[in-house]
């Protein structure tokens, strides 16, 4: 059936199997059978592993000499990439063909995988030219091809998956299509760990923040340098937004970010005067929420040198910051 292949109790399907003894005939006869379309080309392994063919055929032959593996699995791995299996999707341990291929000292099989263009990098590059319509053409490849679900939410080298681009760009109808076809809202990028409301704010796009907020994004999920959506939705001053993650009450208005700032201490810094004034008044307490400083938001505002810091800084002592 297309929604489960058949695997053995390893977790491998025999397309895997055959992937892993390098065994290129069994693969035509499989392939001729059920078509260069057919999802088993993009299985994983179901062993926890989350591996795909071009995976296992890297792995191949682990007790040979380097090169003379790397002879045997090179007809293997380009047989692979004209089926059209993704050669750089993410297993379990976040590693892709290439990474394995450097780690097995296959120098020539992780320069041709280095060359190839993954279905998440041309969904990727459909985002960042802002066209809605060969988005879709992409997502619907991928579907019929049955590698949806495994490259969707699949990372470019810079980590970040086409969901993460389209929220930084600001490009709504993308975000509303990829949603669609079920990227993953709550998943976050390799190098910074955020999340997609967290690039949305971070970039200044108030309508897809909005829209994310709508779609269940967490606003309480946090990046790795411990700063959440609010922190980018205070430092561009997005008030609606402040007004509707402040809605959460789990959102604790405490959190620092990497340089120890509050999400209020940022709004004071930038001078942003509404985003401050919604702030303390659906968080009274906040005005005497400490940075890791132990510093309270009016040493951010009467250090600010904006033209708003004074305005900012009475507006605190009136809601009984302690000064």
């Not at 280095?114 to 997502?139: F, M």
């Amino acid at each position: 059936a297309k929604e489960s292949a058949r695997t053995d109790a390893r977790g491998l399907t025999c397309l895997h199997i055959a992937c892993l003894c390098l065994q290129i005939e069994s693969i035509r006869i499989i392939v001729k059978r059920v078509g260069t379309r057919s999802p088993l080309i993009h299985a994983l392994t179901s062993d926890g592993q989350q591996q795909t063919p071009v995976h296992l055929a890297v792995q191949a032959r682990p007790t040979a000499p380097r090169s003379e593996a790397e002879l045997a699995i090179l007809p293997m791995i380009r047989e692979l990439l004209l089926l059209g299996a993704d050669a750089t999707a993410l297993d379990a341990n976040l590693q892709t063909p290439e990474t394995l291929a450097k780690k097995l000292s296959l120098p020539g099989v992780a320069e041709v995988l280095s060359n190839v263009e993954s279905p998440a990098s041309k969904l990727t590059r459909a985002v960042l030219a802002c066209d809605d319509l060969a988005v879709r053409a992409q997502l619907e490849d991928m579907k019929v091809t049955g590698s949806l679900a495994a490259t969707i939410n699949g990372k470019g080298r810079d980590g970040k998956s086409a969901l993460h681009h389209a929220c930084a760009e600001g490009f709504l109808p993308g975000v509303a299509v990829l949603l669609e076809y079920e990227a993953d809202v709550a998943d976050t990028d390799i190098s910074l760990g955020g999340h997609s409301l967290w690039w949305a704010t971070r970039h200044g796009r108030g309508d897809v923040a909005a829209f994310l907020c709508r779609k269940g994004a967490n606003p309480s999920a946090r990046a790795k340098d411990g700063s959440s959506a609010l922190h980018g939705a205070c430092y561009k001053g997005l008030t609606a937004i402040v007004e509707t993650l402040l809605g959460h009450r789990a959102l604790d208005t405490s959190w620092t970010d990497a340089e120890g700032l509050t999400a209020l201490d940022l709004a004071c810094a930038q001078g942003h005067v509404s985003t401050v004034k919604s702030f303390v008044i659906a968080r009274p307490d906040s005005v005497n929420d400490c940075n890791r400083a132990s510093e309270s938001p009016l040493f951010a505002a009467v250090r600010g040198t904006t033209s708003k810091a004074m305005e900012i800084s009475e507006l605190l002592v009136d809601e009984d910051v302690d000064p």
